[in-house]
T-cell receptor, first 113, second 114 residues
């Protein structure tokens, strides 16, 4: 069975600094998708970034980028120039083709001014 | 384009009652998934519907059921409510070509069972 592990329950960063959130996963599939979702205190889950496993190039979305290491089954999220609005729970998630989304336990990110 | 909508946003029920939650997906999306979120268990998959058919099912008792209509709107039903069913229920839709099955979430329904 596929699993997703986020080993950092909490992280903190100073405004304007860079922070990296870790995620590892386990699967025997070769074709799958990986996602980072953000859930602010208002509870609306928002897609941050997605990565297709067959693509070698790391995905980027403005200040958010990933380091996807397929062989190591690692999928970390880097947030550059952190802003107060980045404070939230961040969930790493895995989905194989036409299967359910499997979430990690989340990392609570605090951003200090 | 409107996002995923869920109704109601908040619900209070007592043990033994049943409840129905509703989800309207993003226009054009044909897949709807449901998740339960609790502080203790995290995010757990309930079921997924695609074109009115259940495509995947999580490990929840039969008291949890769902359905999808021809317009892709979905409902989930929980019968004989238990205290442990108190949770945030999230609905997500997906299905546009080129998006890699990306799921977009609604705001959730907060269910409290007393």
């Amino acid at each position: 069975a596929q699993t997703v592990t986020q080993s950092q329950p909490e992280m903190s960063v100073q405004e304007a600094e860079t922070v990296t959130l870790s995620c590892t996963y386990d699967t025997s599939e070769s074709d799958y998708y990986l996602f980072w979702y953000k859930q602010p205190p208002s509870r609306q889950m928002i897609l941050v970034i997605r990565q297709e496993a067959y693509k070698q190039q790391n995905a980027t979305e403005n200040r958010f980028s990933v380091n996807f290491q397929k062989a190591a089954k690692s999928f970390s999220l880097k947030i550059s120039d952190s802003q107060l609005g980045d404070a939230a729970m961040y969930f790493c998630a895995y989905r194989s083709v036409t299967d359910k989304l499997i979430f990690g336990t989340g990392t609570r990110l605090q951003v200090f001014p | 384009k409107a996002g995923v909508t869920q109704t109601p946003r908040y619900l209070i029920k007592t043990r033994g009652q049943q409840v129905t939650l509703s989800c309207s997906p993003i226009s054009g999306h044909r897949s709807v998934s449901w998740y339960q979120q609790t502080p203790g268990q995290g995010l757990q998959f309930l079921f997924e519907y695609f074109s009115e058919t259940q495509r995947n099912k999580g490990n929840f008792p039969g008291r949890f059921s769902g359905r999808q209509f021809s317009n892709s709107r979905s409902e989930m039903n929980v019968s004989t409510l238990e205290l442990g069913d108190s949770a945030l229920y999230l609905c997500a839709s997906s299905g546009l070509a080129g998006e890699g099955d990306t799921q977009y979430f609604g705001p959730g329904t907060r269910l409290t069972v007393l």
